[in-house]
């Protein structure tokens, strides 16, 4: 079956700009998660969805960051006013159940950002 | 807050042989265990995970972790190592979190660099 999904692949932007990146999970999963890859924070985990419900936003890194979950399914991370060091891989990932207990995360190719 | 350690930025083993990546973590409360493979250009791939029950995992591509409570290990094994093994390996955590019901995702390791030599 076809797996997690995200758009666009690629996108370089310039610097104070917004971007807006896209996943779909895979159909059924009820949670869905975002991280970012880079080079020197290694992976880091921003946010998670259960349903359309994202019960902690602690883990994004400024109030530039947002996400949302609408229908169960297709989620969206948008930064607004990019900076440089938002420069990364943003990854998505969707799991059958939030509770760890059945949560196996089935990760998307990501998204690479560049922020001219 | 927990924490994952991979103590390797790099193993070298040569193919047939037996490999070991290393994962030691740090947790207040039960953890669960996961390993993930990243080949070049390529999300994350799910390999295995530990839950409670037999200490000893089984996953993919003939892989197997070893959970040990006692030393906060769980890593990573494969009795002959092949060169498509070649990649980066994750090791993560996560743990639940009873009150206030929130959940976080998976913290992870740094990362080693698996390469089986010919």
């Known amino acids: 079956g076809a797996g997690v999904s995200q758009s666009p692949s690629n996108k370089v932007t310039e610097k104070g700009k917004d971007v807006e990146l896209r996943c779909d999970p895979i159909?059924?999963?009820?949670?869905l998660y975002w991280y970012r890859q880079s080079l020197g924070q290694g992976l880091e985990f921003l946010i998670y969805?259960?349903?359309?419900?994202?019960?902690?936003k602690s883990g994004l890194p400024s109030d530039r960051f947002s996400a949302e979950r609408t229908g169960g399914s297709v989620s969206t991370l948008t930064i607004q006013r990019t900076q440089q060091e938002d420069s990364a891989v943003y990854l998505c990932?969707?799991?059958?159940?939030?509770?760890?207990?059945?949560?196996?995360?089935?990760f998307g190719p990501g998204t690479r950002l560049t922020v001219l | 807050a927990q924490s994952v350690a991979q103590p390797e930025d790099q193993v070298n083993v040569a193919e047939g042989n037996p490999l070991t990546v290393k994962c030691t973590y740090s947790?207040?409360?039960?953890?669960?265990l996961f390993w993930y493979v990243q080949y070049p250009n390529r999300g994350l791939q799910f390999l295995l995970k530990y839950i409670t029950g037999d200490n000893l995992v089984k996953g993919s591509y003939g892989f197997e972790a070893e959970f040990n409570k006692s030393q906060t290990s769980f890593h990573l094994k494969k009795p002959s190592a092949l060169v498509s093994d070649s990649a980066l390996y994750f090791c993560a955590v996560r743990v639940f979190f009873h009150s206030g019901g929130g959940a976080d995702g998976l913290t992870f390791g740094k990362g080693t660099h698996l390469i089986i030599q010919p």
């Open positions: 947790v207040s409360g039960n953890p669960y």
């Open positions: 969805f259960q349903g359309n419900s994202a019960p902690d």
């Open positions: 159909s059924g999963h009820t949670a």
């Open positions: 990932a969707s799991s059958p159940h939030w509770d760890p207990a059945q949560d196996t995360q089935y």
